[in-house]
Every structure is written in structure tokens, then in C-alpha cells.
């Protein structure tokens, strides 16, 4: 079949694949709320044990990720995501009717690997059918549907919870789900034609492992991406945590944290206007030194004088959002640059590899709350050092430069 164009809209196709990426944060960011409520619902005898219900979300996401991309390139973009969204709805359906934690993590397990699908090849579907300016449209039409889901998602979390429970935040997502899924089957027709298909083979994903450790960017940006990441997952996991039983707020926590999430938002539709102006490896460093500076400073504060309280949390969460802000688009970019022979399994491997070490570093950061800020805002500071060096060991003897 040959790929079409003329079916869609570029703003419905847009809206589309807005809608199939969103999934991920959808899963997440809506479940915030209901955490303390399934930890006593279901018998969960260490708080910080509900965690896992994020991070087991993200690990599935992860090995998804390695998976649906090769696996779009043999057998076509559209059967890649319907597979991926059905395995989704399957773990959503588990979800709903667990009886005990353990069940409940399962569902979420396969919830990420699903997810993973239309996360993953829904961009691979944006390469087959644009590229330049055009490609720059939809992914920014896309980006501003996009920028709304972690504002609005835990709000909608917290209502469905109070209203009916939260085993219906999974039925929502299911409603998400079977929508993208017949739209998707309705009215987009598949992007790779059959002569650009490859056979999936072993050795093609370990010789994409290869290149990319071989390659300072390719390697060097992947590790920064994880801890920045890293650090993102460790506030998700604890931060609901924090504003319930540290500050006092819970009931006010989809609003706070809709407000930092204004500043994420933020600060990617500022990057569009800067970046052909100062580069994307001068934009990465300057956004990387702000988590492990802000958040060194807020911890002396923290140590050494009163604690500073909302406010001061509020303002370290909204300047260090606002970093990864400036930064996410523009590192991932930097990372597959090296890899351009290789793009789509590139991305496979370096989104595998820099969420892999996300997780390894980001649920134990999660997991040491104790009952304060500290140890998420040290978290921070160690990460973000790390990250800061690795971004300048990856810019180092650099021979291509993606801003000239």
C-alpha cells in the first residue's frame, strides 16, 4: 500500500498523533492524585510502596519502546499502534478490576508497554509523511495540544476520584484509548509503503546498541537525558507525597501542580523562538545547569536556615521545570544527530536507554521520602551535576553541529 497524505487535515493529523502520544502522560500525571487512596484501598502497608504505581508504568514504557519501533519498520506503522493501544486497553481492563496491589502493578506494567506504541511510532508516522517546515508545524501544532495533559490531567484525576472512585480513572483512560484507536483506523491511512519495510532481525537492534555507544553525542546526551529524567520521575513519584503530608495541601495538589506544569509548558514554546537563534547545544547547557544550581542553593537554604516551606518549594519545582523545559526537545535532538542512517531504530535504542536509566535512578530517588523535601531536592542537585558533565563530555570534539 502506498502511503497518503490527502486523508487528513494537517491540523487533524496533528490532533492525532497529539492525542497517541499524550497516552503516556496521561497514565501518569492522572493517577497522582489517587496514589494514598489505592495504598489504602488495596493494603499497601509502606506508602511509598504506591509509587511503584508510576514506576512500573515507566519501566513497561521503556522496554516498549525497544520494542514497537523495529517492529513498525517490518510490519507498518498502523498494526504497530493498533497492537500497541489494544495491549494498553488489556492492562487499563486489569487495572480496573484488580483486588490486590500486585494485580493492579501488572495491569500498569502492560499499560506502559502499550503505551509505549503509539508514543513511539506515531513520530515514526510524522518522518514518513513531512519533513523541514512542515514537519516543524505539525510537531509544534501537536506540542501545543500536547503542553495541556500534565495542566489539566491531575485535576481530572482528583475529580474522578472523589466522584466515583479511582478505578474509574482507568475507565478514562480506556475512553482515550478506543477513541485514538478508530480514529486512528478510520481515518489515517498507513505511512510505509511496502518497498521501505525491513525484516526485524537480532542483530540489527544489537548493532543499534553498538553505534550508539560508540558515539560520544549519541552515548553522552542518552545518559543526560536519563538523569534529567531521572530526577522528573523521582518528583512525580514523591511529589503528591510532599504536598499531602509535608506542606499540608493535598487537596490543592492538581492546581500546584498545574502551575509548574504552566512553567514546562512554557518554557518549550519559548524554546521554538530562541533556538535558531542561540543553538541547541548553548540552550541544553545553560538548561542543564539550572536543576543542580537552583537546587544546590534551595538546600543550603533548606539546612541552614528556616524551612522555606510552599512558596519556597513551589518556586525551586517552577525554575527547575522550566529548565527541562528549554531542554527536552532540543537534547533528544542532539542525541540522535549522530545516528541519522539509522533514525528510527536510533530512537528505539536511545529512548530505551536513557528511560532505562531514568528508572534505575529515579524510583530509588522517589522511594527515599522520608517525610520531607530533602532528599528529593539533593536528588536534584547530584543529578543534575551529573547531567551537566555529560552534557559537556558528549559536546566535546563534536564534528557535526545540528544549529549551523
Not at 503505551?115 to 509544534?140: E, N, Q
Not at 474522578?160 to 478506543?178: A, Q, S
Not at 499531602?244 to 521554538?272: C, H, R
Request: glycine content about 10%; proline content about 4%.
Amino acid at each position: 500500500m502506498s502511503p497518503s497524505r490527502e486523508r487528513m487535515s494537517v491540523a487533524e493529523f496533528a490532533s492525532l498523533i497529539a492525542l497517541l502520544t499524550s497516552l503516556v502522560a496521561l497514565s501518569i500525571d492522572a493517577m497522582l492524585p489517587a496514589l494514598p487512596q489505592i495504598a489504602a484501598d488495596l493494603a499497601v502497608s509502606d506508602p511509598n510502596d504506591a509509587q511503584l504505581v508510576i514506576g512500573l508504568f515507566l519501566l513497561g514504557n521503556a522496554f516498549g519502546q525497544l520494542l514497537f519501533g523495529p517492529l513498525s519498520d517490518t510490519f507498518g506503522r498502523k498494526p504497530v499502534i493498533v497492537a500497541g493501544l489494544s495491549l494498553f486497553l488489556i492492562g487499563c481492563f486489569v487495572s480496573v478490576i484488580a483486588e490486590s496491589f500486585s494485580v493492579l502493578l501488572l495491569g500498569r506494567v502492560l499499560q506502559g508497554i502499550g503505551a509505549s506504541g503509539p508514543r513511539t511510532v506515531s513520530m515514526s508516522m510524522v518522518r514518513d509523511l513531512y519533513s523541514g517546515r512542515s514537519m516543524a508545524r505539525i510537531m509544534s501544532i501537536s506540542m501545543s495540544i500536547f503542553i495541556l495533559v500534565p495542566t489539566l490531567a491531575p485535576a481530572l484525576g482528583q475529580a474522578i476520584m472523589l466522584l466515583v472512585g479511582w478505578r474509574y480513572i482507568f475507565g478514562t483512560f480506556i475512553v482515550f484509548g478506543v477513541l485514538g484507536l478508530f480514529w486512528l483506523l478510520i481515518r489515517q491511512p498507513e505511512t510505509l509503503a511496502d518497498e521501505h519495510r525491513r525484516p526485524m532481525q537480532l542483530a540489527t537492534l544489537v548493532s543499534g546498541f553498538v553505534t550508539v555507544y560508540r558515539s560520544r553525542a549519541a552515548l553522552g546526551y542518552s545518559l543526560a537525558i536519563g538523569t534529567m529524567f531521572g530526577a522528573f520521575i523521582g518528583f512525580l513519584s514523591s511529589v503528591q507525597q510532599i504536598f499531602q503530608d509535608t506542606f499540608g495541601v493535598g487537596k490543592w495538589f492538581p492546581y500546584l501542580f498545574a502551575i509548574l506544569a504552566l512553567f514546562l509548558g512554557a518554557a518549550s514554546l519559548l524554546n521554538s523562538r530562541i533556538v535558531m537563534r542561540f543553538g541547541m547545544k548553548t540552550i541544553v547547557q545553560l538548561a542543564m545547569a539550572c536543576s543542580p544550581v537552583v537546587s544546590l542553593a534551595y538546600l543550603v537554604i533548606c539546612l541552614s536556615v528556616d524551612d522555606p516551606g510552599l512558596i519556597g518549594f513551589m518556586v525551586w519545582g517552577a525554575l527547575c521545570f522550566f529548565g527541562v523545559g528549554l531542554c527536552i526537545g532540543n537534547i533528544n535532538a542532539l542525541a540522535m544527530e549522530p545516528l541519522g542512517q539509522i533514525a528510527g531504530l536510533g530512537a528505539a535504542v536511545v529512548g530505551f536507554f536513557s528511560s532505562f536509566v531514568a528508572i534505575l535512578v529515579g524510583i530509588p530517588l522517589g522511594r527515599a521520602y522520608d517525610g520531607t523535601q530533602l532528599p528529593l531536592i539533593a536528588g536534584f542537585a547530584i543529578l543534575g551535576v551529573i547531567g551537566l558533565g555529560l552534557v559537556y563530555w558528549a559536546g566535546r570534539n563534536s564534528t557535526q553541529e545540528t544549529e549551523k
